[in-house]
């Protein structure tokens, strides 16, 4: 179970940071290749872009268990670093789980156009699905925007777009 878990926190983290966090891409980048938008930290370094955000508390093990149809999942949470204002994942023994992040709202134009993604309706103020992403959630009044990935499989990596929707909902309502 640890190396699930281990491989589930490296897949998400990984396709989170990358996805998010890169610095030049093409019009349809492979899951976890850079986007084109810079984030904060790599325009100036370390410091927090913005108030932390309690992802964990967005996205609860209540939530966790309804989503992935798995009982008991505890999260992990990531502090706020550079553009990233938290994360919260969710592991199941077989590595599939979900995972959340916020960044803040102004990156999200530039986010959202990096990643070019198919608009959702009736989620947050805005949300937007990329198949190599995941879904991107603009809550209405945040000063953040949140990145949601449903892992349905590890290897090859597949995301649950639903169940992201879902979480997405979830999250973005609170």
């Not at 008991?72 to 553009?83: D, N, V």
Request: with cysteine; aromatic share 4%; proline share 7%.
């Amino acid at each position: 179970m640890r190396n699930s878990v281990r491989m589930f926190a490296s897949t998400a983290g990984l396709v989170g940071a990358l996805a998010l966090a890169g610095c030049g891409g093409s019009d349809e980048p492979a899951v976890g290749t850079p986007p084109a938008a810079p984030t904060a930290a790599q325009a100036g370094g370390g410091p927090v872009a913005a108030e932390p955000v309690d992802t964990c508390a967005l996205f609860t093990p209540a939530d966790a268990a309804t989503v992935l149809g798995k009982q008991g999942l505890q999260p992990t949470s990531r502090k706020a670093e550079g553009s990233l204002l938290g994360g919260c994942n969710y592991t199941s023994a077989d590595g599939t789980g979900a995972d959340i992040t916020a960044r803040p709202a102004k990156e999200w134009d530039a986010t959202k156009k990096a990643y070019n993604g198919t608009p959702v309706s009736g989620v947050g103020k805005e949300a937007v699905w990329a198949d190599k992403v995941g879904l991107l959630v603009l809550p209405e009044g945040k000063p953040y925007f949140l990145h949601v990935l449903v892992i349905a499989k590890v290897a090859p990596l597949s995301l649950d777009k639903d169940g992201s929707i879902t979480a997405g909902k979830i999250a973005a309502g609170r």
